[in-house]
C-alpha cells in the first residue's frame, strides 16, 4: 500500500478444510495474494516482511465501500476457530475494517504497526458449524481501512470455545436442562430450556470457555422469560458460585434480550455455568452466552448513552460494534441521549451508524436541534447531522419518530475525554491549604465539630489578622469563582455578612460578599440555629462572582483586608472557571418578562412565570429566563414544558424564605441553563420546599441548572420514570442533595450523571424505596464532596439500580462513602446493585448515636438480611476514616461478590465484618489498615478466589 491512505475493497477468496480439533490445533496459512481480489484491492511487493509471493494493497480512500476480502472455509466438525489477520498499518494511528462470517458482522480493530514494512496479526474468535462458511473483510463506510493485508490464519481452538459467542444448545447440559426450539428468534440450532419448577436445584447449562486475555470478563447471557416478572439463576465460574443473577421479563417468550455480568478470569480454560439452585426461581430459557473482554464502551457507542421511553438495547443484527445497539425507535417517545464534552463552542458534526432507514428528531443540550435523515441502504452505515455545541458537557438528543431506525454510535467531531470517574466540571479546583499563604494552614482533623472535618481533604487556612492572605495561581483562565469558606456566626444565630477582598496579581478586584446566614447549626438533629443548644457545625458556605478576564498564570489572592469585619475567614478552597456569556433564548421562547416578570428588583415573579409555563405548555413552546434575577415565592408546576435560562450564571430563580422551586406534575419537562438559589435558613423538612421535586413523569431532562440553600437539590418521586439529570451543580442543602424516592408508586430509570454536589445536610445522593420501589435506576460519573451528614451515596433498597463511575470524598459524620442496605425498612432488595469503578477517599465517619464507626464502604442488613445480588468491582478506597469495608449488623447478608478492590489506608480494617452469611471477594488489595486486613470475628464466610493480599 502506498503511503497516502486510501480504503478500497478488495475480494480475497480462500478454501480451506478444518478437520476434527486434534489434541495440538493446526492452523491452515492462506495467503492474500492468492486470492480473488476485486473492488481496486490488488497483489504488491514494495514492502518487505510479508509471507508468500506478496500481499494485498489497494485499501485506499478513493475505494472505501468496495474492499472486501472473501474466504470460503469448509469446517469439518463444529466449534471455535480464531481467525488470526496479517496485515501492516503504518498509519500511526488504529484502523478498522468490517468482518462478515457469513451473515453476522462485527467492527475489527488493527492496531499501527511500527512501519509498512512491519507486519501485525489481529485475532478475532469466530463460532462456525459444521460445514461451508464465507468469511470476509470489508471496507465499509463505517471503517477508516487504509491497511495492507498479507495472510489469514485460520486455528481450530483445541479446547472449549475460544468466544466470543457461545451457543446454549452445544453446551453441557445436566438436570433436566434440555435443547429445546418452539419459540421462535434464537440463535443457532436451538435453545436451552428445562429451567421449570419440577428441575428447581438441578438444571445448570455449563459452557467451555477459553479465554485468550486475562482480566475482567463480560457474560452477556441471552435469554427469554415470558412470565412477566424478573426470575433468578445462579452463576457458577470453576464450579465457584459467584452470585445469584437476575434476569428481568422479556415481553414473551418469543422475545429474546440479554443480561450482562462482570467476572475476573485467568488466561486459558474455564466452566461457566447458569444454574437453578434452590434459592432461585429459574423459569426461563437460555440462547446463548458471549464473553468478552471487559472494556468501557467507546466513545460514542449508543448502548451506553441514557435511554428511555422504549429505547432499548439490542444485539441481534450483525455488524455492531461494542457491545450491541439501540433500537425501539418506533416507539412514540423512545429516545436516546448521549452526553459528551467539547472544547470550544460553535456547531459541529454528529455521525450517526445505523442500520433500518429512517428520520430521528435532534436536540442539543435540550434544545430542538432539526431532524436527522437516515437513507435507505444495506447494513451499517453512516449519515450526519449538524450540532450546536458549548464548551464543557453537552447532550445530544435523538428521539424516535415512528422509525423502526437502529442506532450503533453517535461520534461528535472534535468531542473531548470526559473524567474517567465522577464528574466533569467547567471549573478548576484550587485547595486553599495547597496554595500560597500568610495564614494559618488548619492541622488535618476528622473530629466532629471541628472545621477541619467539614474541610475538603480535611485542612483549611485562616485568615486570622489584618493583612493575611492565600494565593493561588490559575492553571486555566478564568473570569468567575467561587469561594468555599466558613465565618462565625452571630450570638443570636441570624449569622452575619462580611467582604473578604480578592486581589489579581496584586491588584485589587473586588470584595467578595460572605455571609454565615446559611451555615452554623447547633443542638440535635435535625439541628436549629440556636446557638445555646450547643454543638456547632455546618460551618461552611459558599460565594460567587464574576471577575473579568484572567489568564493562565494569573495569581489570585483573598486577604483580610482592614474593612474585612469578620473576625477571621476559614477558606477551604476556590473554584476558578470561564463563565460563557448570557445565551440566547430559543427560537419561538416565551420570555417570563412577556408575562410580567421584572429582573433585579425583588418584586414577585410567581404569577408571571406561572402564566410563561402555562402558554408554554399549551403552545408547545419554550420558556425564556432571561438574564437576571427573579424571585418567586411558592412552587412553581411543570408538566409538559421546556424552561431553558441564559445559563447559571446568568438566569437565577430566588426563593423566598422557605418557598420557591419547581414541582413536576408531568411528563416531557426539561429544566435547563438556569439558578434555583433558596433561602432556606434551617431544615424544616414539612416547612421548606427543594430546589426541585414531584413527578416528572416520562421523557424529562434535568441539564445545566445550580442549586443552593434549598431543602434538597431534587427529590425524585413516585411515578417517575425516565428521568436524566446531567452537568448540575448541588451546594449547601439542608437535607439530601439528590432523592430517587419511591412511595405511593414505583420510580424508575432515573439517572443522575456528570453532577457534582458538596456539603450536604444529609446524603449526597441517595434512592429511597419507602413502600415502594426504585428501580433501574442511576447515579453515573458523579462528585460529592464533603456531606456534612450521613453518606456520600445510599441506596436503601430497590431492584436493579447501579452506582457507578463516581468519585466521593469528605464523609463528616454518621455515614459512608457508599452505603447499601436495608436501613429505614425499605422495600427488600431485588435484582443485582451494581457498584462499580468507584473512588472513595477519606470516607467513612462515626455514628455518635450509636457510638460506632462506619466504613468507606458499608453494607448494611439493618431491618432485613440481604439476599440480593451486590456486585462490588474496581473500588478504590484511599486512606478511609475507620473500616474501608463494613458488613453490618448482625442480619445475614448472601449474594454479596468484590473483585479487583483496592484499600489503601485505613483507620482501623481493612475489611470488617459483622453478620452473618458469605461473599465472594477476589483481586483485593489491603495495605496500611492500622488494625490489620480483617476483622471477622463473627464467623461470615468469605469465599475467596485468586488475587487477593494483605487480609
Known amino acids: 500500500m502506498r503511503r497516502s491512505p486510501v480504503l478500497a475493497v478488495a475480494v480475497l477468496t480462500f478454501t480451506a478444510l478444518l478437520g476434527t480439533v486434534p489434541a495440538h490445533a493446526a492452523t491452515t496459512r492462506l495467503e492474500a495474494e492468492s486470492a480473488a481480489l476485486s473492488g481496486g484491492a490488488v497483489v504488491e511487493t514494495d514492502h518487505p516482511g510479508y509471507s508468500g509471493s506478496g500481499f494485498v494493497g489497494g485499501f485506499t480512500d478513493g475505494h472505501r465501500g468496495t474492499a472486501r476480502t472473501t474466504f470460503a472455509v469448509s469446517a469439518a466438525s463444529a466449534g471455535s476457530y480464531t481467525l488470526a489477520l496479517g496485515y501492516a498499518n503504518g498509519t500511526g494511528s488504529s484502523r478498522t475494517l468490517t468482518l462478515t462470517v457469513d451473515s453476522l458482522a462485527q467492527q475489527v480493530s488493527l492496531p499501527a504497526t511500527a512501519s509498512w514494512d512491519s507486519w501485525g496479526s489481529a485475532s478475532v474468535a469466530v463460532s462456525l458449524g459444521a460445514g461451508a462458511h464465507s468469511v470476509s473483510y470489508t471496507f465499509g463506510s463505517g471503517d477508516s481501512g487504509n491497511v495492507n493485508l498479507d495472510r489469514l490464519d485460520v486455528t481450530p481452538s483445541a479446547t472449549g470455545q475460544a468466544g466470543p459467542l457461545f451457543e446454549a444448545e452445544n453446551a453441557t447440559l445436566s438436570g433436566g436442562a434440555v435443547v429445546a426450539t418452539d419459540h421462535p428468534g434464537y440463535s443457532g440450532s436451538g435453545f436451552v430450556g428445562g429451567y421449570t419448577d419440577s428441575n428447581k436445584g438441578n438444571a445448570r447449562t455449563s459452557f467451555a470457555v477459553k479465554v485468550t486475555t486475562a482480566g475482567p ?64 426461581s429459574g423459569n426461563v430459557n437460555l440462547d446463548s452466552l458471549t464473553v468478552t473482554a471487559s472494556v468501557p464502551a467507546g466513545p460514542g457507542e449508543a448502548e451506553a448513552a441514557f435511554l428511555s421511553g422504549g429505547a432499548t438495547i439490542g444485539a441481534t443484527t450483525a455488524g455492531y460494534t461494542g457491545p450491541g445497539y439501540v433500537t425501539g425507535f418506533a416507539t412514540a417517545g423512545a429516545r436516546l441521549v448521549r452526553t459528551f464534552a ?157 467582604p473578604l477582598a480578592l486581589y489579581a496579581n496584586g491588584t485589587k478586584v473586588r470584595d467578595l460578599s460572605l455571609t454565615s446566614n446559611y451555615s452554623w447549626v447547633y443542638g440535635a438533629y435535625p439541628y436549629t440555629n440556636v446557638p445555646s443548644q450547643g454543638s456547632p457545625h455546618r460551618y461552611y458556605d459558599e460565594t460567587r462572582a464574576s471577575i473579568g478576564d484572567w489568564p493562565a498564570g494569573t495569581v489570585l489572592k483573598l486577604q483580610k483586608d482592614a474593612s474585612s469585619t469578620a473576625a477571621y475567614y476559614d477558606v477551604d478552597l476556590l473554584d476558578a472557571e470561564q463563565a460563557p456569556a448570557a445565551a440566547t433564548a430559543p427560537a419561538g421562547a416565551l420570555s417570563i418578562t412577556s408575562y410580567g416578570a421584572v429582573p433585579d428588583n425583588g418584586s414577585d415573579a410567581t404569577s408571571a412565570i406561572n402564566a410563561a409555563i402555562a402558554a408554554g405548555a399549551s403552545q408547545n413552546k419554550p420558556v425564556w429566563i432571561p438574564a437576571g434575577t427573579f424571585r418567586i415565592t411558592s412552587k412553581i408546576n411543570v408538566a409538559n414544558v421546556r424552561v431553558f435560562g441564559a445559563g447559571p450564571w446568568s438566569s437565577v430563580i430566588q426563593g423566598t424564605g422557605p418557598r420557591g422551586g419547581f414541582f413536576g406534575t408531568g411528563s416531557n419537562v426539561t429544566l435547563a441553563d438556569f439558578a434555583i438559589f433558596g433561602d432556606v435558613r434551617v431544615r424544616d423538612d414539612n416547612g421548606s420546599d427543594g430546589a426541585l421535586d414531584g413527578n416528572f413523569g416520562t421523557g424529562s431532562l434535568i441539564q445545566n441548572l445550580w442549586i443552593e440553600h434549598t431543602k434538597v437539590g431534587l427529590w425524585a418521586d413516585s411515578g417517575t420514570n425516565g428521568l436524566y439529570v446531567v452537568g448540575t451543580r448541588i451546594r449547601d442543602t439542608f437535607a439530601d442533595g439528590v432523592n430517587i424516592h419511591a412511595k405511593d408508586a414505583g420510580t424508575s430509570n432515573v439517572r443522575v450523571d456528570q453532577s457534582m454536589v458538596r456539603n450536604t ?99 448494611y442488613a439493618d431491618s432485613a438480611p440481604i439476599a440480593a445480588p451486590i456486585v462490588v468491582e474496581d473500588l478504590t478506597l484511599t486512606d478511609s476514616t475507620y473500616q474501608g469495608v463494613l458488613l453490618s449488623f448482625q442480619k445475614s447478608i448472601t449474594q454479596l461478590s468484590f473483585d479487583r478492590m483496592t484499600i489503601a489506608g485505613a483507620g482501623t480494617y481493612g475489611l470488617e465484618t459483622n453478620a452473618t452469611g458469605s461473599a465472594s471477594i477476589a483481586h483485593t488489595s489491603v495495605t496500611g489498615a492500622t488494625s490489620g486486613g480483617l476483622l471477622n470475628d463473627g464467623g461470615y464466610t468469605l469465599v475467596r478466589g485468586a488475587g487477593n493480599s494483605g487480609f
Open 217 to 280: 470478563q463480560s457474560l452477556a447471557l441471552r435469554y427469554a422469560n415470558g412470565t412477566g416478572t424478573a426470575m433468578t439463576l445462579s452463576l457458577y465460574v470453576d464450579s465457584v458460585r459467584q452470585r445469584q443473577v437476575s434476569l428481568p421479563a422479556s415481553a414473551n417468550w418469543d422475545t429474546w434480550t440479554s443480561a450482562t455480568e462482570s467476572v475476573t478470569l485467568t488466561a486459558g480454560d474455564h466452566t461457566v455455568a447458569y444454574a437453578f439452585d434452590s434459592t432461585d
Open 761 to 859: 445536610g444529609d446524603d449526597g445522593l441517595a434512592m429511597f424505596s419507602e413502600g415502594n420501589t426504585v428501580a433501574g435506576s442511576a447515579y453515573t460519573f458523579n462528585t460529592v464532596q464533603s456531606p456534612a451528614l450521613a453518606n456520600g451515596i445510599g441506596v436503601f433498597g430497590g431492584a436493579g439500580n447501579r452506582i457507578e463511575d463516581n468519585v466521593v470524598s469528605d464523609n463528616v459524620e454518621a455515614g459512608s462513602g457508599i452505603t447499601v442496605g436495608t436501613r429505614f425498612n425499605p422495600v427488600p432488595l431485588s435484582g443485582t446493585t451494581s457498584i462499580r469503578r468507584n473512588t472513595l477517599v477519606r470516607t467513612g465517619s462515626f455514628e455518635h448515636n450509636w457510638n460506632s464507626a462506619i466504613g468507606g464502604l458499608w453494607i
Open 342 to 498: 467539547m472544547a470550544s463552542a460553535g456547531t459541529a458534526t454528529a455521525t450517526i451508524r445505523f442500520a433500518n432507514a429512517g428520520t430521528l428528531a435532534v436536540s442539543a443540550n435540550g434544545r430542538d436541534a432539526g431532524t436527522a435523515t437516515l437513507p435507505s441502504g444495506t447494513g451499517w452505515r453512516t449519515a450526519t447531522v449538524s450540532v450546536p455545541v458549548r464548551a464543557g458537557v453537552n447532550t445530544l438528543q435523538l428521539a424516535g419518530t415512528g422509525s423502526d431506525v437502529q442506532v450503533d454510535s453517535v461520534v461528535v467531531a472534535n468531542e473531548t475525554a470526559l473524567a474517567a470517574r465522577g464528574a466533569t466540571t467547567p471549573y478548576t479546583e484550587y485547595e486553599a491549604e495547597a496554595g500560597t499563604t500568610t495564614g494559618t494552614v488548619l492541622a488535618a482533623d476528622r473530629t466532629f465539630h471541628t472545621v477541619q472535618a467539614e474541610s475538603s481533604g480535611r485542612r483549611a487556612v485562616r485568615l486570622g489578622s489584618t493583612g493575611q492572605s492565600v494565593s493561588f495561581t490559575l492553571t486555566k483562565p478564568a473570569n468567575a469563582v467561587t469561594l468555599r469558606f466558613s465565618i462565625p456566626d452571630t450570638a443570636d444565630g441570624a449569622g452575619q455578612t462580611a
